[in-house]
């Protein structure tokens, strides 16, 4: 999930002006169409989404559908410049929240035209709130998910003669502590949202909090809220958890006992740091006083309003989501040793490009997972918000402060 910067405050603004734009003029059905799908993530990310696009074009011969990477670095900028001067691609998929964001500019078509709302009964609910509009509108639905796991070292932990890995928070921060009286010198770290709203966002949550309310009001001066910042924030200050990043595998390979990371390490840990072999395993991440919540994240896929081909596009997203799609995307990820987990829970152990056992943590997760809020203003909030929450692990803010700084931010963009 990417944010903006304030840089593109000011082409966020020009977007405004795709609202109330005529509506683009359809092509010809039966005649021949390519239609251009423009992917966030990397080459590999979209020679699967390519498998499935070659795979629709088998059974529309008429129609071609060339998919061409968007890296996450620049990707929210580049579709905000298309969205402004109503050109570029069909099909567009980045973050979970970014067609609403293009949506209410009037820059994505409302699926619900199409309907594609009846995909709602083969997504993941949490998955499928993030990505749809507050107002009902369907500017984009879920294309795949990712997660996070707690992955340990069963060696250092069997050292530690600490039995099994923490299961709520409690333990964690009791398995850290024996941890380092056993001479682990580096008992705990955190990849994915380290020092991120991400990272925050599993122990808000964990506590029965939330970053909104129903109707998208921020929801940050609360109890819930203020116990899980302190609970993230000690992990730093008092428990040893480093503020610099360490990449998931690698922590685990130097000698970190448990380390909070996305699913997608789970695939190269045995090939790349081949000594830990037989030496980690995962768990699903520890539970807070409300529960287990874990963050999903994902991409969302929709299509452009100034599309020609505003049906085709359709189409082919309902088509992402039938089996053989499914199947074709997984076969080829696997082939590249991609992670890959199917926007249907159904299909996550089935459909996995992971180990029975490692998609069985991943679908535990999911099942209590929450999304990214998909609440105005969000996309553009979240980096300010971040660092809000930052200003407590850095000894720079107290709780309340910095939340309620960062519920300002939220009320500022939601417009």
């Not at 994505?108 to 609910?125: F, N, T, W, Y």
């Not at 808000?204 to 819930?224: H, I, R």
């Not at 993230?232 to 040893?240: E, I, Q, S, T």
């Not at 909070?260 to 790349?272: Q, S």
């Amino acid at each position: 999930m990417a944010a903006c910067s304030t840089v593109l405050l000011a082409v966020l603004s020009a977007a405004c002006a795709t609202s109330g734009q005529t509506e683009t003029k359809q092509a010809d059905r039966n005649a021949p169409a390519t239609l251009s799908f423009w992917s966030t993530g990397g080459d590999d990310e979209t020679a699967i989404f390519q498998k499935a696009a070659d795979l629709y074009k088998q059974q529309h011969p008429n129609v071609t559908i060339k998919v061409q990477t968007l890296s996450w670095d620049d990707a929210y900028a580049k579709l905000l410049a298309a969205a402004t001067s109503r050109s570029g691609p069909d099909i567009i998929s980045g973050g979970m929240t970014w067609t609403i964001q293009f949506g209410t500019r009037g820059a994505m078509v409302d699926l619900r035209k199409h309907g594609l709302e009846s995909l709602k009964a083969q997504a993941l609910p949490a998955q499928w709130e993030s990505a749809i509009s507050p107002d009902g509108s369907v500017y984009g639905v879920p294309l795949d998910m990712s997660t996070l796991a707690l992955y340990y070292r069963t060696d250092l932990l069997e050292k530690a003669k600490i039995d099994a890995p923490p299961k709520t928070w409690e333990e964690l921060t009791s398995t850290i502590e024996k941890l380092k009286a056993a001479g682990i010198k580096k008992p705990y770290s955190q990849d994915w949202g380290n020092l991120d709203w991400i990272g925050y966002f599993n122990y808000l949550y964990q506590a029965g909090g939330s970053f909104y309310t129903a109707d998208c009001k921020p929801s940050l001066n609360t109890p819930q809220a203020e116990q899980a910042l302190t609970y993230w924030a000690d992990l730093y200050r008092k428990h040893g958890a480093p503020t610099a990043t360490v990449e998931g595998a690698d922590a685990l390979d130097t000698g970190t006992a448990i380390v909070v990371a996305g699913n997608w390490i789970a695939k190269g840990i045995d090939i790349n740091k081949p000594k830990l072999k037989g030496k980690w395993a995962m768990t699903t991440l520890p539970a807070g006083p409300a529960g287990p919540t874990t963050f999903i994240g994902g991409r969302a896929i929709g299509v452009t309003a100034f599309s020609k081909y505003a049906q085709t596009g359709a189409d082919f997203v309902k088509f992402m989501y039938s089996d053989e799609a499914i199947t074709a995307i997984a076969d080829e990820a696997k082939k590249r040793n991609l992670p890959y987990i199917s926007p249907r829970p159904d299909k996550v152990v089935n459909a996995s490009t992971f180990t029975p056992e490692q998609a069985q943590v991943f679908e535990a997760s999911i099942k209590t997972g929450k999304a990214a809020p998909g609440c105005p203003g969000w996309d553009e909030s979240a980096s300010d918000v971040a660092k809000q929450l930052q200003s407590v692990i850095l000894g720079k803010a107290d709780v309340k402060t910095a939340l309620a700084e960062a519920a300002k931010v939220m009320e500022r963009n939601a417009g």
